[in-house]
C-alpha cells in the first residue's frame, strides 16, 4: 500500500469582525472584534506555526455586501465582512514573531496598478523571507467600483481579461527588471547596483500600461506563490494558467471533484502539469476531544450566526437578493455578475433544492464547502474521505470562534493526523514555494518563467 499523501492546510482568515459565518464575534469567548490590532494576528500566526499549518490565508473583499435589501446596513449591523481592513499590513508583523508559516495574501487587482503592486509584493516577499503568496481576484462587488468612482464593476468575463493584462505587465517587472546579481552592495567602489542589470520594462495593455524600471529588488521568489479563487468556466482558464495553488468550494465531493478536474484540465491545456495547481478545498471544523463535545460545540455557535448578515454574505456572493424569498423558498440559478461558481453549486448541481433557511446553519449548502464537526479521529476520517473521494490536496479551514477553533485544530486535530502519516511532522527549509514542494522560484513551466531577462549571446 502506498503511504497517504499528506495533507496541505491553511487557516482561513479575515481582516474583519466575521469571515465566513456572521456574528460569530458575538460568542463570549470569540476575539474576532480585535482584528484591528496586532496582537490578533502575531498570536494567532504563533499558534498556527506551532501546529504546522502551511499558510495563514487571507481573504479580502473590496467593498460592502449591499445586495441583499438593496443596501449594506444588514452587513454592517452584523460586522459580515463590514467593517474590513487591508489584509497586507500585519504581514511584517506575523513574520516577525514567525519562521516557516506562508502568508497567502488576497489582493483585487481591478483597483490596483502593476507598477506599484509590484513593489508593494516584492517588500512583502523580501519582510517575510520568501513565505508571500498573493490570492489573485478581481472583485465581484458594485459597491467597490462605486466607492472608486465607477457605476458598475466590469463584467464577469472582462474582469478576468483585465488580469491577463495585469499579470503580463506584473510579471514583467517581477521577473524581467532586475537582474538577479544586479544589485552589488560594494562598498569599496560605492556601487549599489549595476544600471546595466536594471531593465526598463515597457508594456503597453488594453488596461493597463507601464513605462519604467521595477522600483524593488528581487525577493526571494521574485513572484509570490501565486493562489488563485475561481471555478466558473473563465476562471478555470485563467487558474490553469497562472495559479501555483487555487482556493475552491463544493458542498458535496462530486462537485468539490468536478472543480478539480476542471482545474486539472485547465491547466494541462495551458502547457502545464495536471498537478502543478495545488487545490484546496474551503471547510469548516468543529472538534472537541469528543464526539458529543464536539456537537454540543456547534449548537453553541449556531446560535450565534447573524441571519440577516449571512444572507447579507450570500447575496453578495450569488448576486441574488434573499431579503425577497422566505426562509422555506428554494434558490433558482439566474446569471449575475458575482461569483457564478458558488450560485451554481447551490442550484444547477446540488443533488436537492437549497432553500434560504439551509444557508443559516453548520451545513454544507450554509458552508458553501463541508462541515467536519466531531472527535478527533471523527474529523480525520471525514477529511480524508473527501480528500480522497474529490482529490485535493488541502484544506483552508474556516474559523468559526477563535482563537478557540485554531486552537483545537492544532491541539486536537494535527496530532490525530499526524499518527496517520496524512500530515507533516516538520516544516521543509526554504521559501513558501519550496515549503509547497515547488523551485524557489517559478519553475519553466510557469508562464510568467517567460517573460525572465534573457541576456543578449
Not at 472538534?287 to 464536539?294: I, L
Request: proline share 5%; with cysteine; aromatic share 8%.
Amino acid at each position: 500500500m502506498s503511504p497517504r499523501r499528506e495533507l496541505r492546510l491553511n487557516t482561513f482568515q479575515m481582516a474583519a469582525p466575521s469571515h465566513n459565518w456572521a456574528g460569530l464575534w458575538s460568542h463570549p469567548r470569540d476575539n474576532q472584534t480585535q482584528y484591528n490590532t496586532l496582537a490578533y494576528w502575531t498570536e494567532m500566526a504563533k499558534t498556527a506555526e506551532r501546529g504546522l499549518l502551511d499558510g495563514i490565508f487571507i481573504a479580502d473583499v473590496f467593498g460592502l455586501y449591499d445586495v441583499y435589501g438593496g443596501s449594506g446596513d444588514a452587513a454592517i449591523a452584523a460586522g459580515a465582512q463590514a467593517p474590513n481592513a487591508d489584509p497586507t499590513l500585519a504581514i511584517s508583523a506575523m513574520a516577525l514573531v514567525t519562521q516557516h508559516i506562508g502568508f497567502g495574501v488576497t489582493a483585487n487587482l481591478t483597483y490596483e496598478h502593476p507598477f506599484q503592486f509590484a513593489r508593494r509584493f516584492t517588500t512583502l516577499d523580501h519582510l517575510t523571507g520568501g513565505r508571500l503568496g498573493w490570492n489573485i481576484v478581481t472583485g465581484y462587488l458594485d459597491s467597490g467600483a462605486r466607492g472608486m468612482g465607477e457605476s458598475l464593476n466590469r463584467d464577469h468575463d472582462e474582469r478576468y481579461e483585465a488580469a491577463e493584462d495585469f499579470m503580463a505587465a506584473i510579471y514583467k517587472l517581477w521577473e524581467g527588471s532586475w537582474e538577479d546579481d544586479a544589485a552589488l552592495r560594494d562598498k569599496a567602489r560605492g556601487l549599489f547596483t549595476d544600471p546595466a542589470k536594471v531593465h526598463r520594462i515597457l508594456h503597453d495593455g488594453a488596461y493597463y500600461k507601464v513605462d519604467g524600471r521595477a522600483l524593488a529588488e528581487p525577493s526571494p521568489q521574485r513572484t509570490p506563490v501565486l493562489y488563485q479563487a475561481g471555478t466558473s468556466a473563465r476562471g478555470r482558464v485563467f487558474c490553469g494558467r497562472h495559479a501555483e495553488a487555487t482556493f475552491l468550494n463544493g458542498q458535496t465531493p462530486s462537485i468539490a471533484g468536478q472543480a478539480v478536474r476542471g482545474v486539472r484540465e485547465a491547466a494541462v491545456a495551458a502547457g502545464r502539469g495536471p498537478r502543478d495547481v495545488l487545490t484546496f478545498l474551503g471547510g469548516t471544523v468543529i472538534v472537541a476531544k469528543t464526539s458529543a463535545e464536539a456537537h454540543e460545540l456547534k449548537e453553541e455557535y449556531r446560535r450565534h450566526i447573524n441571519a440577516a448578515g449571512q444572507l447579507a454574505l450570500v447575496s453578495g456572493w450569488t448576486g441574488v437578493d434573499l431579503s425577497q424569498l422566505s426562509l422555506d423558498d428554494a434558490l433558482s440559478f439566474s446569471k449575475s455578475n458575482a461569483i457564478q461558481s458558488t450560485l451554481e453549486n447551490l442550484t444547477l448541481k446540488a443533488k436537492a433544492p437549497t432553500r434560504v433557511r439551509d444557508l443559516l446553519d453548520f451545513t454544507p449548502a450554509g458552508a458553501r464547502a463541508p462541515i467536519f464537526v466531531g472527535s478527533p479521529v471523527e474529523v480525520a476520517d471525514q477529511m480524508l474521505a473527501w480528500a480522497d473521494e474529490a482529490d485535493v490536496d488541502g484544506f483552508n479551514l474556516v474559523r468559526t470562534v477563535m482563537p478557540e477553533s485554531l486552537e483545537a485544530i492544532v491541539d486536537l486535530l494535527i496530532p490525530e493526523l499526524q499518527n496517520r502519516g496524512a500530515f507533516k511532522t516538520a516544516y521543509r527549509e526554504g521559501t513558501l514555494r519550496e515549503k509547497l514542494g515547488g523551485t524557489a522560484r517559478l519553475p519553466d513551466s510557469h508562464p510568467g518563467a517567460a517573460y525572465r531577462h534573457r541576456s543578449a549571446p
